[in-house]
Every structure is written in C-alpha cells, then in structure tokens.
C-alpha cells in the first residue's frame, strides 16, 4: 500500500479516536483525504505589530507582549473575563465570554505571549475577544511561519480538541514525508506544461503551507483547473455515453395535423422571432438526433433545458412540442412543482386547444380516486394525448400506453431522483426529456450544474409588455405606497402584498404576515382581500386564489406560494414586505407576477434602512433592471451558486471544494479545461487511448457516488 492509501490512525497525532472522528465528520479515512481537505483561507503570520499600528477591524494581527492584570466583569449569564495587554509601549484590552477558568490557569501575567486575534472596537476603543496567546518557544517552527492554512471543522470535532489549528499540525507532518513520497500525477505532462502548472507534490505543499503568496496562487489554480477539468470530463463522457446508449423515438416532420392545424386556426397570437429559434432547436433535435445503431427509428435521447424569463412564453412552446409528440404517435406529460401551476398550466392549455381534438387530463394530489381510474384507464389505452399534472406523475401506478415527451416545468424544485423517475414512463425507449425554468441560468452554471443538456434561450419578450417600474421604499414611505395601492384598485386593477415565510424562523414570520393581513384588512376597508399560504389546504387556497383571479377581491396577502402559479393580468401591484430577506432571482420571480396585461405595473421593494452593503446592490439592481438574465448572473455574483435556488439538489457531479464559479478568475480557468475537455473527447470518447489512461483512472475518484450520473437528465 502506498502511503497515500494508509489510514490516517497511523499518522503521528491522528490514532484511532481522532480518525473516526474525521471520517463521520468529514469523511476522511486516508492520508490523501487529508491532503485533499484543503484551507478554506490563509492569514500571514510572518510580521509581528505594535498596537499603534491597528487600524482595521476586518485584519488579523500577532503581537509581542505581556497581559498585567486580569478582572472579571458581569454577572450571570453577562458574566466576562477581561484582562490587560501591553506591548511596552501602549495596553488594549482582551475579553473572553466563556472558558474564563482555563485562560486563568493557563495564562500567566507577566509573562511574554505572542498575541494573535482579530481587532474589534467598542466605544471607540480597540480590544481583541477571544484571542490566542501563545508562549515564544511554542510558536510553529520558522519554516512553519508565513501564510497559516486554516481548515473547516465541525462542532463535534472542536469539542474533542480537533479544531484547524489541530488539523493544521498533522498535516504538517504529513508534508515533511512528502518530498520522499512518490506521487501519481492526475493531469498528464501534456497539460502541466501547456498550462504552466504545478505539479501534483509541489501543488499539494504550497496549498497548505505555501511559502509566498505566488505558489499559493499557483497551487490553488492548478487544483481549480483539477476540479474543473475532471467535472467536465464526468459531464462530458456521460453525455457521449447517453448518446450511444439511451435510445429515444425518431419524430417524423411529414406527421404534422393537430400542429399545422393549432398554427393555422387555434394559435392566438404570433410568436416571436425567439420562441420560433427555440422550436426549431428541438424539434431539430426530435427530428434529426443522432441515430443508434443505424436504426433510423431511434435515435439519441433529447435532453434540453429551455430558459426563458417571466412572461416570456415558454408555455406556448411547450404545447406546441407536445403537439408534435402527439402527431407522431405519442403522449406527452407537462409535470410542474406545484399544484396551482399544475391547474393554471392545464387551464391555459385546455383553453388553447379547444375542440382541436387532443384530449389534455390534469392529475394531482388531490385528484379524487374515481378521477384517477379514468385517467389511468385513458393513459393505457391512449385516449389521453396529454397529461399534466405536479409529483403524482412519478407514481408507479401511472403508466402510459407510449410516452415520447416529458416536459419538466421549473426544473429546480425537482430533485434529480424525480426527475429520472420520469425515464421509465416508456417500456421500449425512454421518452424525449425537455426542461423548463423561468430562472435564466448564469453561463458557468449552465456549464457545469446543467452541463449535460444543450440549453435554449427565449431572451425576448411578447410585443406590448410594459415594463414594471420598481422602486425601493422604506417604512417611512408607506402612506405614498398605500396611496398607489389604493389609486390602482380605484381604476380596476388589483395587488399582491407578499411576506416572507422562512423555515428557520416561521414563528416570527408567520406573526409577521398574521399582523400584515390585520393592518390591510384595517386600511383597506372599502376592499375585499384574500390570503395565502403554505399551511392552508390546496382546496383552500385554490378558492382564494380562484376569487383573486376572477376579481371577486382586489388584494391577494400571500407568503411566497405565489412566486409560481398565478397569472392575473390585471394585477398591476407587487408589494414585497422585508424584501432584504429573498435573493434576487426570488424577487425578479414576484415581480413577474405582475406587468402580464397591457396596463404599466409597479413592484415596491419594502425594507429597513439599515442594509449590508450587498443587500443594497441587490434592491439598487432589483429598480435597474427588468432583466432576468441579467439578474441571474447579479445574483450568482452576490450570493454564490451554492445558495441559488436548486443548485443543491441538481445532480452536480461532484462538490467543488475549491472553485468560486462567480469568480472571474475561475470562469476563465472553466473556459480553459472545458476547452480542453472539447478537445480530448472529440479525438478519443471513451478515453481508450494510452495518453489519455490517467484521466479515465482518476475519473472514478471525482464522481458523486450518491448520484446515479448515469441515469438522470
């Protein structure tokens, strides 16, 4: 066994309690686990200050001197340790509000510590909370000095005294043997020299203890370019591998009546130059895919997500592609994440399809049990051409007599196992797969978390949308947003107030919307109102929402259950209460509730004054731009793409431990393995050839054994 392989119980500071504690926390068993759990950040330890020289208290800072008196301060549960500090010259005080016993009998005063600790003020005065003091003599070794790695830890481990100063130490021995130790490179000679990077050893010394600031760059981006390099390859031999193997329906363009016919006589408006590219695109892939086997019957699975913002009319491309899978032969299924979409998706497009002939059933969690045997019984024989419906699609009691289309609609709130059951809805070949999201998708993203599907974009809008003004208002502007509320409904229009509804504070939210409904309710008394929200039954809140989209009440007060699911043209008033609290993609979704008629429409964005910064940026982009692909990448740049919406259950191949995908460095270094990706796999598709044996080796150890990658769309 080499001594990459070796458990880490064997390692001088590990044993056998530590390393079962690493491997439940953090998953590490090995001696290159460990190596691979890189820092999350570096502070520079080589320069020593004086306290006249603090200026910032975002900066760490390692200071030579002795405490002179320690004094507990407080009572109870305000109880605290102070003590002073003097570098010789001036003192600053330190404060520990727990462990108050063990500093005291651990520290000495009057004796040198070098101090280290980042500087807080309070009333105007700097002191540094909880820092560590160190004697001289116990100070890493000089070679240890400099940049200081600092690692991710659980609560568990910190606990039992494995916190990253901890890690840090084992680790350092671990790399004392690693100029002894052979390495297995996992990037070929061809692409370290091409791309000028570090060699594995050299990239796993300087990524925990580099020496200066340019090796700890050069290590960094060639563990980048590693994650980066082997997640598109993963995406790319997947795509290559579902080509050859998953075999789907061969439409034919001559079987065309019901679509030439909707066209000709049901289609109630024209459709844009977007909306037509996008139907070209697919039906492109349904027509002319790449067949298996020389069987011009079948051919490769479609897998295509289709982007559009708010209002943009992805529906009406989605129907007109279920047509087609009609025409040919097929039943198609529209699956969307909530009930009331489901409804609103099967209303709009009954309605379109009048007496054209194609019989369209709705099935949901509360379709009745004597509903659901007509439409498993229309389904088996085919006399049902269309079915939508939300997760109930997915039982296994549901079964078509020849499904050849899926249309997946807000993709992101299915988690990928869901999506893949859809697979199995077609005995003989799996059914075409086509995803849908009113959430454009930032490039990097579409690169790697959707990175097996060929995407579409509708970026235009339909003639005659007006563009929603949106302002930033705070508290003190609230009789003026009363005022345009009132001012709207007066001329026929109705409002959405919408109020935040956090899992991890629903009691404080849920007062919140109970205390906004009173305040409507005693404001707008000539007004009829409606609420809604997620604890209500779905009978409940479909006759709520029923009222507010005949107009029976002029003001809809709702949680977030309406970001998706209610189209009322005549609503011209979006009101978002605490709007500091949601993302910018979840507010420009509200936002596109509104501005669906052809009168000018209005979202008021509501907060408190006092704002972080990036919340600022988010309001400031919010009134900017209608935009929603501008807004998404605005979102990932503030935000990251680990907290977007869906990202987490999308199927990513492989966590990224050390690449920020909103960081325009690492774009480039995607760009640059992506590239080399496209290269390798158009000359070689199954990595067979000898030069490209170490990629198809190290394959393996990226992948997300939790996901099935090769199964899911």
Known sequence: MDYLSQNIMYIGGVGTKRAALLESELKIR?????LCHFPYKYIDRSRFYFLNEIADVNTFYQIKGKILRFEKKGEGNKSRLTAIFTDGQQTVELVWFKGAKYVIDKIKTNTEYVLFGQATTFNGKYSFAHPELELPTALPPAEQLGLQPYYNTSEKMKTNFLNSKALQKIIFSIIQDLPHTTISETLSDALLEKYRLLGRKDALINIHFPINEQLKHQALRRFKFEELFYMQLLIGTFVGWRNNHINSFRFNPQKNFYTNKFFKQYLPFTLTNEQLKVLKEIKNDLIFGESLENNSTQMAQMNRLLQGDVGSGKTIVALIIMLLAVDNGFQAALMAPTEILAIQHFNSITALLGDLGVKAALLTGSTKTKERAVIHSGLMDGEINILIGTHALIEDTVKFKNAGMIIIDEQHRFGVQQRAQLWKKNEFAAPHVLVMTATPIPRTLAMTVYGDLKVSSIRELPAGRIPIITQHCFESKRPQVNQLIYNEILKGRQAY?????????????????????????????????????????????????????AGETQIMVATTVIEVGVNVPNASVMIIEDADRFGLSQLHQLRGRVGRGSEQSYCILMTKYELAKTTRERMATMVRTNDGFEIAEADMRLRGPGDIEGTQQSGLPFALQLTSLNDANDQRILDEANKVVKEILQGDPTLSNVENQVFKNNLKKYKNDDIDWGKIS
């Open 497 to 549: 107030i919408v109020y935040p509804l956090i899992e991890e504070s629903e009691k404080v939210d849920w007062k919140a919307l109970q205390v906004g409904y009173e305040y409507i309710c005693k404001t707008f008394t000539q007004f009829k109102i409606s609420m809604v929200h997620g604890k209500m039954k779905p009978a409940e809140k479909e006759e709520q929402m029923q009222k507010f989209a």
């Open 30 to 34: 090995t001696v290159e686990d460990l």
